[in-house]
């Protein structure tokens, strides 16, 4: 089981580095979408011996907003934004890419010198919760377009979930949809925003917000 | 019967300030009635023998309402009804209706206010009250400073004027809140058993300073006093810069202070009698001469008040009760003659519009009665013998002499305090001689002093009314100690003395003789001067035969030897252009005193900190990206911190 659950994480990082290295924001939204996917398939297989149909919800749930709904409207708003590629980042693909790596190398190493419990010694549960908030980090400092941000918040949150499946058990179901439902939102809310950057600026250049401080 | 005449005095006020942007006849009975019933009202406390004190059940702020006059608040509001009456009568014909018709009616409400903020300033006992009233009477101020903001330098006079009475206040919240929290209770009075309280002094002693304007603290002052209105001029000098004095004698005298406290006020003292006579001579705006001035007479008080506490010190010394009411009684009489200076200096700007001494000249002919006047103010801030300034700079001087010739450790202090009290005095005669010649003397040096007018009979009375005081203090102090020895009892009841001091009796039929004689040859030498039809020229003619207004001394030439020893401080910026060639065309010679505290030390310091600030800003820019990186770099900061700290 173990090995199934660390193939998946180890997946999820995988399309970390891909989020980093990838200048078209079609790809950079699928591998977040996929990544999503995988997240909503790892209650199942953690849990696998007692399944209900609350983890069966969750599952159905993350897998549906993460997955699904976000994904197209990103790709809607993508489209009435009409725009498709980071031209030009705050920090290269290469550049980010190599930070990446160094994130999650770091990641694992952190992981090794933190207090776990003993059953969650073997699981790649917190490097990957670690790599995936840094490639958060990395997107939304290295980004200028407003999407690109926001795959790099939703990758963010995506690790602080995978941090949150360690307490699986332990986390009431109300807390664990109030969190996609906040997500959710907040996506809805950007998607408005971007729409309404794109039509006071005619770009969805974050570098043009500047002149709105003060 | 203090009660109801303060009442009265209230509800005058607050009328007057309804009314008096309607009607200018109203608000002067109204100004006038509250100003009486006020005077009245502390003179009743300062005769009679006992406190006025009332505690309400009203609340203002959650706390109940507690006014209190004893015997200092009474002496300040005395100073503050004389010269708040005689500045309302002087103000009517000063800044009138058909002069200044935008900012007349407005200058007549905030004048009844800001009389009214500084007597609830003076009456409440109780801090958060005190503050209230404090900050109000300093908004107050602000609105007669700029009174004619069309001008740009009154406007920047204001802003400097309000950025140093906050800075100011400052100090007094720290202090007033930790007081209220060290005692538990908002409540004033006297607290002197709780020796603990006492660092709080310096607290007090910076907060009251910037408003008394002492000497580095004064940077408001010159440009603030120059660039009111001069009724506003002469109540802030007379009256508001005596609020942070009140400030200062008030608590010292009710909280205990730390026993550097004396050595530390004389020492403010002299310093600020003698950097600001220095800088006094060598002004050319004869109203920041004048302003200049009130930083010197700040000084002399501030030494009296430390003399007292250096006695206090030194295990309650006669001589410090002298100091100390040599020291009130000069808030009177600065009060006094610097109104009365300022007033004059008013009907010359009234008559000129000019407040530079090199454009003045001759004005004596055309306006006898301002200058007679204003040479009796110039005589007694001189503190001359026989007028009143030289009677409270006495008695600072008798307790400072005291302090010598008892040989204590207050001696080091008191002795040097007095020869500089001394130069100060010689510096400040220099002054006034100064400035009484250049305004007065000579012949006009440009066209608008040529043309002056005397001032009408609305400004003239007041001026009356302020000389008259000067004289009568000077001429029979002893009429005046009762009241000068009840605030000294108030301060420390221990230091109740019944008696005039036996020298004071004898100053002033010293003073009555001189004064006889003085008038007697002043009546001889004008029927010389008319019986024998002799020949009236200009004032320095030096015998030539054709004397041009040019060859009048300058007002920087008049004191340029006084002002060479001072260069050190004063740091005059000069431009000089030397005649040359055969022949030479033009030559030019400049000199400008500038505000040094503030052009030299301030300036600077704030230049720097507005570099520092604009640098912090650039972190603000608006890029989310960098915000972003300001978060993951405090996460790491933190983690590192936890890492580091040994986390179990």
């Given at each position: 089981?173990?090995?199934?659950?660390?193939?998946?994480?180890?997946?999820?990082?995988?399309l970390?580095?891909?989020?980093?290295?990838?200048?078209?924001?079609?790809?950079?939204?699928q591998?977040?979408?996929?990544?999503?996917?995988?997240?909503?398939?790892?209650?199942?297989?953690?849990?696998?011996?007692?399944?209900?149909?609350?983890?069966?919800?969750?599952?159905?749930?993350?897998?549906?907003?993460?997955?699904?709904?976000?994904?197209?409207?990103l790709?809607?708003?993508?489209?009435?934004?009409?725009?498709?590629?980071?031209?030009?980042?705050?920090?290269?693909?290469?550049p980010?890419?190599?930070?990446?790596?160094?994130?999650?190398?770091?990641?694992?190493?952190?992981?090794?010198?933190?207090?776990?419990?003993?059953?969650?010694?073997?699981?790649?549960?917190?490097?990957?919760a670690?790599?995936?908030?840094?490639?958060?980090?990395?997107?939304?400092?290295?980004?200028?377009?407003?999407?690109?941000?926001?795959?790099?918040?939703l990758?963010?949150?995506?690790?602080?979930?995978?941090?949150?499946?360690?307490?699986?058990?332990?986390?009431?179901?109300?807390?664990?949809?109030?969190?996609?439902?906040?997500?959710?939102?907040?996506?809805?809310?950007?998607?408005?925003?971007?729409d309404?950057?794109?039509?006071?600026?005619?770009s969805?250049?974050?570098?043009?917000?500047?002149?709105?401080?003060? | 019967?203090s009660?109801?005449?303060?009442?009265?005095?209230?509800?005058?006020?607050?009328?007057?300030?309804?009314?008096?942007?309607?009607?200018?006849?109203?608000?002067?009975?109204?100004?006038?009635?509250?100003?009486?019933?006020?005077?009245?009202?502390?003179?009743?406390?300062?005769?009679?023998?006992?406190?006025?004190?009332?505690?309400?059940?009203?609340?203002?702020?959650?706390?109940?309402?507690?006014?209190?006059?004893?015997?200092?608040?009474?002496?300040?509001?005395?100073?503050?009804?004389?010269v708040?009456?005689t500045?309302?009568?002087?103000?009517?014909?000063?800044w009138?209706?058909?002069?200044?018709?935008?900012?007349?009616?407005?200058?007549?409400?905030?004048?009844?206010?800001?009389?009214?903020?500084?007597?609830?300033?003076?009456?409440?006992?109780?801090?958060?009250?005190?503050?209230?009233?404090?900050?109000?009477?300093?908004?107050?101020?602000?609105?007669?400073?700029?009174l004619?903001?069309?001008?740009?330098?009154?406007?920047?006079?204001?802003?400097?004027?309000?950025?140093?009475?906050?800075?100011?206040?400052?100090?007094?919240?720290?202090?007033?809140?930790?007081?209220?929290?060290?005692?538990?209770?908002?409540?004033?009075?006297?607290?002197?058993?709780?020796?603990?309280?006492?660092?709080?002094?310096?607290?007090?002693?910076?907060?009251?300073?910037?408003?008394?304007?002492?000497?580095?603290?004064?940077?408001w002052?010159?440009?603030?006093?120059?660039?009111?209105?001069?009724?506003?001029?002469?109540?802030?000098?007379?009256?508001?810069i005596?609020?942070?004095?009140?400030?200062?004698?008030?608590?010292?005298?009710?909280?205990?202070?730390?026993?550097?406290?004396?050595?530390?006020?004389?020492?403010?003292?002299?310093?600020?009698?003698?950097?600001?006579?220095?800088?006094?001579l060598?002004?050319?705006?004869?109203?920041?001469?004048?302003?200049?001035?009130?930083?010197?007479?700040?000084?002399?008080?501030?030494?009296?008040?430390?003399?007292?506490?250096?006695?206090?010190?030194?295990?309650?010394?006669?001589?410090?009760?002298?100091?100390?009411?040599?020291?009130?009684?000069?808030?009177?009489?600065h009060?006094?003659?610097?109104?009365?200076?300022?007033?004059s200096?008013?009907?010359?700007?009234?008559?000129?519009?000019?407040?530079?001494?090199?454009?003045?000249?001759?004005l004596?002919?055309?306006?006898?009665?301002?200058?007679?006047?204003?040479?009796?103010?110039?005589?007694?801030?001189?503190?001359?013998?026989?007028?009143?300034?030289?009677?409270?700079?006495?008695?600072?001087?008798?307790?400072?002499?005291?302090?010598?010739?008892?040989?204590?450790?207050?001696?080091?202090?008191?002795?040097?305090?007095?020869?500089?009290?001394?130069?100060?005095?010689?510096?400040?005669?220099a002054?006034?001689?100064?400035?009484?010649?250049?305004?007065?003397?000579?012949?006009?040096?440009?066209?608008?002093?040529a043309?002056?007018?005397?001032?009408?009979?609305?400004?003239?009375?007041?001026?009356?009314?302020?000389?008259?005081?000067?004289?009568?203090?000077?001429?029979?102090?002893?009429?005046?100690?009762?009241?000068?020895?009840?605030?000294?009892?108030?301060?420390?009841?221990?230091?109740?003395?019944?008696?005039?001091?036996?020298?004071?009796?004898?100053?002033?039929?010293?003073?009555?003789?001189?004064?006889?004689?003085?008038?007697?040859?002043?009546?001889?030498?004008?029927?010389?001067?008319?019986?024998?039809?002799?020949?009236?020229?200009?004032?320095?003619?030096?015998?030539?035969?054709?004397?041009?207004?040019?060859?009048?001394?300058?007002?920087?030439?008049?004191?340029?030897?006084?002002?060479?020893?001072?260069?050190?401080?004063?740091?005059?910026?000069?431009?000089?252009?030397?005649?040359?060639?055969?022949?030479?065309?033009?030559?030019?010679?400049?000199?400008?005193?500038?505000?040094?505290?503030?052009?030299?030390?301030?300036?600077?310091?704030?230049?720097?900190?507005?570099?520092?600030?604009?640098?912090?800003?650039?972190?603000?820019?608006?890029?989310?990206?960098?915000?972003?990186?300001?978060?993951?770099?405090?996460?790491?900061?933190?983690?590192?911190?936890?890492?580091?700290?040994?986390?179990?």
């Amino acid at each position: 089981m173990n090995e199934t659950l660390n193939l998946l994480i180890g997946l999820a990082m995988g399309l970390n580095l891909l989020a980093l290295g990838s200048s078209r924001l079609p790809s950079l939204i699928q591998a977040m979408s996929f990544q999503g996917m995988l997240l909503g398939l790892m209650p199942l297989i953690m849990e696998h011996e007692h399944l209900d149909w609350r983890l069966g919800l969750i599952a159905l749930a993350t897998i549906a907003g993460k997955g699904v709904v976000i994904p197209t409207l990103l790709r809607r708003a993508m489209r009435a934004a009409n725009i498709d590629r980071e031209i030009e980042p705050f920090i290269g693909f290469v550049p980010s890419l190599l930070l990446g790596a160094a994130g999650t190398i770091a990641a694992v190493a952190l992981s090794q010198a933190l207090p776990l419990l003993p059953e969650h010694a073997g699981l790649l549960l917190v490097p990957g919760a670690i790599a995936s908030v840094l490639t958060g980090f990395v997107l939304l400092i290295g980004r200028a377009e407003a999407i690109s941000q926001v795959c790099g918040y939703l990758i963010l949150e995506n690790g602080i979930y995978l941090f949150g499946l360690l307490l699986i058990r332990s986390t009431p179901l109300v807390v664990e949809s109030g969190i996609l439902l906040d997500v959710t939102v907040g996506v809805f809310v950007i998607g408005i925003i971007v729409d309404r950057i794109q039509r006071a600026f005619d770009s969805l250049d974050t570098r043009k917000l500047t002149a709105l401080r003060e | 019967m203090s009660g109801p005449l303060l009442l009265l005095a209230f509800v005058a006020l607050v009328t007057a300030i309804l009314v008096g942007v309607r009607s200018s006849r109203w608000w002067l009975a109204l100004t006038v009635t509250g100003a009486v019933a006020g005077l009245i009202a502390s003179l009743t406390v300062l005769l009679g023998a006992t406190d006025w004190e009332w505690r309400s059940e009203l609340t203002l702020g959650g706390e109940l309402i507690h006014l209190r006059l004893d015997g200092v608040s009474a002496l300040f509001l005395a100073l503050l009804s004389v010269v708040g009456g005689t500045g309302g009568v002087y103000a009517r014909e000063y800044w009138s209706e058909q002069h200044y018709p935008a900012s007349a009616p407005r200058g007549r409400a905030w004048w009844s206010a800001l009389v009214l903020c500084m007597g609830l300033v003076l009456v409440s006992s109780n801090g958060l009250h005190f503050l209230i009233g404090w900050e109000l009477f300093t908004v107050c101020a602000y609105f007669l400073i700029t009174l004619d903001r069309r001008r740009r330098e009154v406007r920047a006079a204001g802003w400097l004027y309000l950025a140093a009475s906050h800075a100011g206040t400052v100090c007094l919240f720290a202090f007033f809140s930790t007081l209220a929290a060290r005692t538990g209770s908002w409540e004033l009075g006297p607290m002197r058993e709780q020796a603990g309280l006492a660092p709080l002094f310096w607290l007090a002693l910076t907060g009251f300073g910037v408003k008394a304007g002492v000497f580095p603290l004064h940077v408001w002052l010159p440009s603030a006093h120059a660039s009111a209105p001069s009724h506003v001029s002469a109540i802030l000098s007379g009256v508001a810069i005596k609020m942070g004095l009140y400030g200062i004698v008030r608590f010292s005298g009710w909280l205990p202070v730390p026993a550097a406290a004396g050595w530390v006020v004389i020492g403010l003292g002299a310093t600020s009698a003698l950097l600001g006579i220095a800088f006094a001579l060598a002004q050319n705006d004869f109203k920041r001469l004048l302003a200049y001035c009130s930083v010197e007479n700040v000084g002399v008080i501030l030494i009296g008040v430390g003399a007292a506490l250096l006695a206090e010190a030194n295990g309650d010394a006669p001589w410090g009760r002298l100091a100390l009411a040599g020291a009130l009684l000069h808030v009177w009489n600065h009060g006094a003659f610097k109104a009365l200076l300022f007033f004059s200096a008013g009907a010359v700007l009234h008559a000129t519009g000019t407040r530079e001494m090199s454009k003045l000249g001759g004005l004596w002919r055309t306006m006898p009665w301002t200058a007679g006047l204003f040479a009796l103010g110039a005589v007694a801030v001189s503190g001359l013998p026989p007028l009143n300034g030289f009677v409270s700079e006495w008695l600072v001087y008798l307790g400072l002499f005291d302090a010598v010739t008892g040989r204590g450790p207050a001696a080091w202090a008191a002795m040097p305090a007095a020869i500089m009290l001394a130069m100060t005095g010689a510096l400040a005669m220099a002054s006034f001689a100064k400035a009484g010649a250049m305004i007065f003397l000579g012949a006009p040096r440009t066209k608008p002093a040529a043309h002056a007018h005397e001032c009408g009979p609305g400004m003239r009375g007041p001026m009356l009314v302020l000389a008259g005081l000067c004289v009568l203090i000077g001429l029979s102090p002893v009429l005046f100690w009762p009241a000068v020895a009840r605030a000294v009892a108030s301060w420390r009841p221990a230091w109740a003395a019944a008696e005039a001091p036996a020298p004071l009796a004898m100053l002033g039929s010293v003073h009555v003789v001189l004064a006889v004689l003085m008038v007697a040859a002043a009546v001889w030498l004008w029927r010389k001067a008319h019986a024998n039809s002799v020949r009236r020229g200009l004032t320095w003619d030096c015998g030539y035969a054709r004397p041009t207004v040019r060859m009048q001394y300058t007002s920087a030439s008049f004191a340029g030897i006084a002002t060479g020893w001072f260069r050190w401080l004063l740091q005059p910026e000069r431009t000089l252009r030397r005649p040359r060639g055969l022949f030479p065309t033009e030559a030019i010679r400049l000199e400008r005193v500038p505000e040094t505290v503030l052009e030299k030390l301030l300036g600077p310091v704030s230049v720097a900190v507005m570099q520092v600030s604009a640098a912090a800003r650039r972190l603000q820019h608006g890029r989310l990206q960098s915000y972003v990186v300001y978060v993951v770099a405090g996460l790491m900061a933190l983690g590192v911190l936890v890492l580091l700290g040994g986390a179990p």
